[in-house]
């Protein structure tokens, strides 16, 4: 059974970069049947698509954050990674990752989520 | 970008009630479609995709329908454990979007 687990600072100051790390256990993350996404929830708000990676390497991002986000995958560790440049306290939410099945195009496996504030 | 419309945003309901909560897209995305249910402090639970098939493990008491724009999910009787957010996604565009949620609330 894949599971994904988020890791990373709980908080960030403004206007430094956003880091964050998920861990695939159970499965490959090498797999191409799998995009593997963020997904993030202000405290309070809806949840917000950030983006997705394929092992490939093709990025698709939310028009809105493209310019300040980055992905990533590291198959020999089972991660993908996400980072935010010049965060704001905006970006403050509990961050998801997640796995979308690339013929279903559904998230059916998700992160606990873990939550970043942005402050000094 | 498309964006997901869903209605109501928060709804009281009773245990065994029938719910039905709405998502309309601002253009067709064929049957593309997606509903979660968030818990707090819990990660989403996929319930619906394909805008009708059920996830495997899900009650069948949670249904989907609709294609083009409008669609629908049902609970045909509520049960305690579905007092939670619920949220539409079109996976039909390369940028995913998901619609606001709504909220539904114990009577």
């Known amino acids: 059974q894949v599971q994904l687990q988020e890791s990373g600072p709980g908080l960030v100051k403004p206007s430094q970069t956003l880091s964050l790390t998920c861990t695939v256990s159970g499965g490959s993350i090498s797999s191409s049947t799998y995009y593997w996404s963020w997904i993030r929830q202000p405290a309070g708000k809806g949840l917000e698509w950030i983006g997705r990676?394929?092992?490939?390497?093709?990025?698709n991002y939310h028009p809105s954050l493209k310019s300040r986000v980055t992905m990533s995958v590291d198959t020999s560790k089972n991660q993908f990674s996400l980072r935010l440049s010049s965060v704001a306290a905006a970006d403050t939410a509990v961050y998801y990752c997640a796995r979308e099945l690339s013929f279903d195009w559904k998230l059916d496996v998700w992160g606990q989520g873990t939550t970043v504030t942005v402050s000094s | 970008d498309i964006q997901m419309t869903q209605s109501p945003s928060s709804l009281s309901a009773s245990v065994g009630d029938r719910v039905t909560i709405t998502c309309r897209a601002s253009q067709s995305i064929s049957s593309y479609l997606n509903w979660y249910q968030h818990k707090p402090g819990k990660a989403p639970k996929l319930l619906i995709y394909?805008?009708?098939s059920l996830q495997s493990g899900v009650p069948s008491r949670f249904s989907g329908s609709g294609s083009g724009t409008d669609f629908t999910l049902t609970i045909s009787s509520l049960q305690p454990e579905d007092f939670a957010n619920y949220y539409c996604?079109?996976?039909?565009?390369?940028?995913?979007?998901f619609g606001h949620g709504t909220k539904v609330e114990i009577k």
């Open positions: 990676i394929h092992a490939s390497g093709i990025t």
């Open positions: 996604q079109q996976s039909y565009s390369n940028t995913r979007t």
């Open positions: 394909a805008a009708s």
